[in-house]
C-alpha cells in the first residue's frame, strides 16, 4: 500500500548531481545559439518540429499489439491508439494523455512510451488525441480528455477490457490533463483505481524555485513555458487559477476523493518543485501518493528511452505502481 506522505525534499542546488551524460545531446542541441526558439514559431512550426524528436524514444517496442480507431469525443470523434501487450492477460486499462503544452504532441509523438507501459504494466493502453490550442484553447482539451475516459470506462467490450480496472496517467501538459480527469472522476466517476503523473504542470501561474532554477538550458525553458500557457489559454474562458487548468488549486475536498497517485518528477525540470506541491497535497487529504524524483533527469525524459536508461527504470516504476493498484482494484 503506497505511503501517504511526500518523501522527497527539494535538493541543495550546490550537491544535486549532474544531468545525465545521455541527454546532453539533446541539449547540445536545443541550446545552439542559431537553435530557433520555440516560443518564437507558430504553433503548426513547432508540432513539424517537436515531430522530428521522436526518434529519441527509440525503436518500436515488440510484444504489442496497436490499433487506431475513434472514440466519441466532446465535440466529434476523437482519435486514440489502442496497444494491448501480446501473450498475457491484461491487469488494467490506463488512458493515456501526451505531453506538449496542450498545444504540440500527438498519438506519434508518446507512441514509444505508451508501448513501453503496456508491455511493463500489463495493461490496455488507450493514448488521446486530444484536441490542441490555441485552435482548440482550454477547456477543450480537459473536455476531450474526460469524453474519452467515459468511453473506455462504458465500453470495456470494444478494448477486450472486460472487468478491468481503469487509470488515468500523462506526461507534462498530459499529467495536467490527467490530474484534472481524476478529479472530475473523484466527483462524479467512473472510478478510477490509479492515477500517474509525469512530471505534471499542476499551477499555471505558480513561481518556484525549480521554474527559477532550471528555465533556461535543460530543454523546457521559461519562455517555452509562457508561450504553451499563452496558446491554452487564449479563449479567455478559463482563468490560470482555474481547477480546470491548475489541478494544484481544487479545494482540499475535491482532492481527497481521487484515485491513488503515482507522481514523477524530474531534477533539472522547472515543474519539478509543482509535481512535488501537488504530491505533498494529495498526501494532505488523505490519498496515498508514490513520488519518485529523478535526480538527473530534466523535462520529456521519458520519451527520450534512446538517449539514456532511466527512461525504462521510470516507466517500469509506474508500471509496478500501476499493476499493484489493479491488483488491488480487482480483489476488493
Known amino acids: ?10 535538493l541543495d542546488p550546490s550537491v544535486r548531481p549532474p544531468v545525465d551524460p545521455g541527454l546532453q545531446v539533446v541539449l547540445d542541441l536545443v541550446n545552439r545559439p542559431d537553435a530557433t526558439p520555440m516560443s518564437s514559431m507558430s504553433p503548426p512550426e513547432a508540432r513539424a518540429a517537436f515531430s522530428m524528436m521522436n526518434g529519441l524514444a527509440g525503436g518500436p517496442l515488440a510484444g504489442v499489439a496497436v490499433l487506431d480507431r475513434t472514440a466519441p469525443g466532446s465535440a466529434g470523434d476523437l482519435p486514440v491508439r489502442v496497444y494491448t501487450p501480446e501473450g498475457v492477460e ?9 505531453g506538449g503544452g496542450w498545444v504540440i504532441g500527438d498519438l506519434d509523438s508518446h507512441d514509444d512510451v505508451c508501448r513501453r507501459l503496456s508491455v511493463a504494466a500489463r495493461s490496455i493502453v488507450v493514448a488521446v488525441d486530444y484536441r490542441l490550442a490555441p485552435e482548440h484553447p482550454a477547456p477543450a482539451a480537459v473536455h476531450d480528455a474526460a469524453a474519452a475516459l467515459a468511453w473506455v470506462a462504458s465500453h470495456p467490450d470494444e478494448l477486450g477490457a472486460e472487468g478491468l480496472p481503469v487509470a488515468v496517467a500523462g506526461d507534462s501538459a498530459g499529467g495536467n490533463l490527467a ?3 481524476a478529479q472530475g472522476a ?3 466517476g467512473p472510478e478510477l483505481a490509479a492515477q500517474v503523473l509525469v512530471y505534471p504542470t499542476t499551477d499555471l501561474y505558480g513561481d518556484t524555485d525549480s521554474k527559477r532554477t532550471n528555465g533556461e538550458g535543460y530543454f ?4 517555452t513555458m509562457n508561450w504553451f500557457r499563452a496558446n491554452y489559454l487564449s479563449g479567455g474562458r478559463v482563468d490560470a487559477e482555474d481547477p480546470l487548468v491548475s489541478p494544484l488549486h481544487a479545494d482540499d475536498a475535491v482532492v481527497a476523493r481521487v484515485a491513488p497517485a503515482f507522481v514523477l518528477v524530474a531534477g533539472y525540470d522547472p515543474l519539478r518543485d509543482e509535481g512535488i506541491a501537488y504530491a505533498k497535497k494529495l498526501a494532505a487529504a488523505g490519498v496515498p501518493v508514490e513520488l519518485r524524483e529523478y535526480e538527473t533527469m530534466v523535462h520529456g525524459f521519458i520519451s527520450m528511452g534512446a538517449l539514456t536508461k532511466v527512461t525504462a527504470e521510470a516507466i517500469d516504476d509506474a508500471a509496478r505502481f500501476l499493476k499493484a493498484r489493479f491488483v488491488e482494484a480487482a480483489t476488493s
Open 1 to 10: 500500500m503506497p505511503s501517504n506522505t511526500a518523501p522527497v525534499v527539494p
Open 90 to 98: 491484461p491487469v488494467g486499462v490506463v488512458v493515456w494523455y501526451h
Open 179 to 181: 490530474a484534472v480527469t
Open 186 to 188: 473523484g466527483a462524479v
Open 220 to 223: 523546457l525553458t521559461t519562455d
